[in-house]
């Protein structure tokens, strides 16, 4: 299939949600699912190279996620660590911007390394940048952002300002956002964002996520009309 360069997403963001699903329906531990779901984040940031998407966030845990139980949380840390230390040089073959968004005061020094490391060592490729929602809740990033315009004393605060001190400063706001599972729920994700974002809700559970489910993702954005409030 052909696509117009002018009708692709820029930003495509993705709500990986069905791990623990996919995993129940076949008898094994929830971070069974979480493992297959990392198999499937590879696959997708492929597809965003072979299709020329410039931007991917993905949400890999949110600020609610704390609720669960050690055992998964741990297990999810793990993945991340692992993930990120494996396929470094593949980042840097293939010009893959790593950066992250979200609170990592919380998470375990080592993985904050991590994070840190892949983050300045691919801070000035563009093939694509690889966004990693860790510890993240919209309310939260804008709670974060407004504290931080009050500590610097202004006065008057626009949409502009707000921009400027979310996490997502230096990104732009995502085109279409993706929630696997058939879960129509947005559970704090980017909430500031996505005000004029298109959304898209594929039953497919997200370790199965293929490059069948990234072109309806792809044919779906193409077929909206984005007028922005305004008339065409």
């Known amino acids: 299939m052909a696509f117009k360069p002018k009708k692709l997403p820029t ?3 993705i709500i990986m949600d ?3 699903r996919w995993a129940k329906r076949r008898g094994l531990p929830r971070n069974q699912g979480h493992k297959a779901g990392m198999a499937a984040v590879e696959r997708v940031i492929n597809y965003c190279l072979k299709y020329k998407i410039k931007y991917l966030t993905l949400f890999a845990f ?3 996620n704390w609720k669960r139980d050690k055992e998964e949380i741990d297990g999810i840390f793990d993945l991340v660590r692992n993930y990120i230390k ?3 040089d593949s980042f840097v073959e293939n010009n893959i911007k790593v950066d ?3 609170n990592l005061k919380p998470f375990p020094e080592d993985l904050v390394s991590v994070l840190e490391n892949i983050k300045k060592k691919t801070e000035k490729f563009d093939e694509l940048t690889v966004v990693l929602a860790l510890n993240y809740g919209g309310r939260d990033d804008i709670v974060r952002a407004v504290n931080s315009i009050i500590n610097e004393g202004c006065k008057n605060i626009t949409n502009e300002t707000i921009i400027n001190h979310l996490d997502t400063k230096n990104i732009p706001e995502p085109d279409i956002v993706v929630r696997t599972s058939g879960e129509q729920r947005v559970s704090n994700f980017m909430l500031y964002q996505m005000a004029y974002s298109e959304f898209y ?3 497919i559970f997200w370790p199965d996520f293929n490059e069948k489910a990234f072109l309806k993702i792809l044919k779906t954005y193409q077929k909206r009309d984005r007028r922005y409030g305004g008339i065409k």
Do not use: C, V
Request: aromatic share 16%; net charge neutral.
């Open 18 to 20: 069905g791990n623990g």
């Open 100 to 102: 992250y968004i979200g």
């Open 62 to 64: 949110s600020t609610e």
């Open 86 to 88: 494996d396929y470094r």
């Open 201 to 203: 809700f594929p039953k």
């Open 11 to 13: 930003h495509l963001a």
